[in-house]
């Protein structure tokens, strides 16, 4: 079974740690996304990568950075987890110049206090 | 900016009813526009999408009809049922990574 595995489901961090969030995918897909999904606005893209070591910024990139050294991981980063951090965020991934749709993880719940 | 416009936020539909999402955009380098149907603690799983050349597509009980010169586009869902019952986004992309732009989401609740 295909699939976009998160490595947490919950996660609980204090204001001004730094924050990683890993995402695996095993479908050989060349991009990989970061979206953080709060009640009203929706699904809002962070970063975006189309190949190992290529990053683009998406909408709401402020306070967030993304490394991707192998094709099937993608990590974000908060540099200085704030408060308004405090979200669901799903990783997804999709094969190049395709429209089969993306394929998401489950999400990981973060919380900074 | 929200480039993606979704209404209504929330759906009560009774079991057999009709429900009507709908969404409408701004950016017309938009050139796909699929919808997505989220149960909760999951992500979002594609449903059925539409491309701008065709007018509506229909698969099982769920249609999209797609107004080009309005910049509009509906997902129908016939004869709804409780299983029915989620999140649905719809989202439109453009670019090489083909980046999607997501609504802010319709909660659906079928009555049974």
């Known amino acids: 079974d295909v699939k976009v595995t998160q490595s947490s489901r919950y996660l609980v961090k204090r204001t001004g740690e730094k924050v990683f969030l890993e995402c695996v995918q095993d479908m050989d897909h060349e991009n990989m996304f970061w979206y953080r999904q709060d009640p009203g606005l929706g699904l809002r893209l962070i970063y975006f990568s189309y190949d190992v070591k290529m990053k683009e910024k998406g909408d709401i990139p402020e306070g967030y950075s993304v490394s991707r050294e192998k094709k099937e991981r993608f990590s974000l980063i908060l540099e200085s987890a704030s408060t308004n951090q405090t979200s669901m965020y799903l990783c997804?991934?999709?094969?190049?110049?395709?429209?089969?749709?993306?394929?998401f993880g489950s999400g990981t719940r973060l919380t900074v206090v | 900016q929200q480039q993606v416009k979704q209404s209504p936020q929330s759906l009560i539909v009774q079991k057999g009813g009709i429900s009507i999402i709908n969404c409408a955009y701004e950016?017309?380098?938009?050139?796909?526009f699929p919808w997505y149907q989220q149960f909760p603690g999951k992500g979002p799983a594609l449903l059925i999408a539409?491309?701008?050349?065709?007018s509506e597509k229909k698969e099982g009980r769920f249609t999209i009809s797609f107004n080009k010169s309005a910049k509009q586009f509906s997902l129908h869902i016939m004869d709804s049922q409780p299983g029915d019952s989620a999140t649905y986004f719809c989202a439109a992309s453009t670019g090489s990574a083909r980046q999607l732009t997501f609504g802010s989401g319709t909660q659906l609740t079928v009555l049974p």
């Open positions: 997804a991934s999709s094969f190049q110049g395709s429209d089969y749709g993306y394929t």
């Open positions: 950016n017309t380098a938009f050139d796909y």
């Open positions: 539409i491309r701008p050349d065709v």
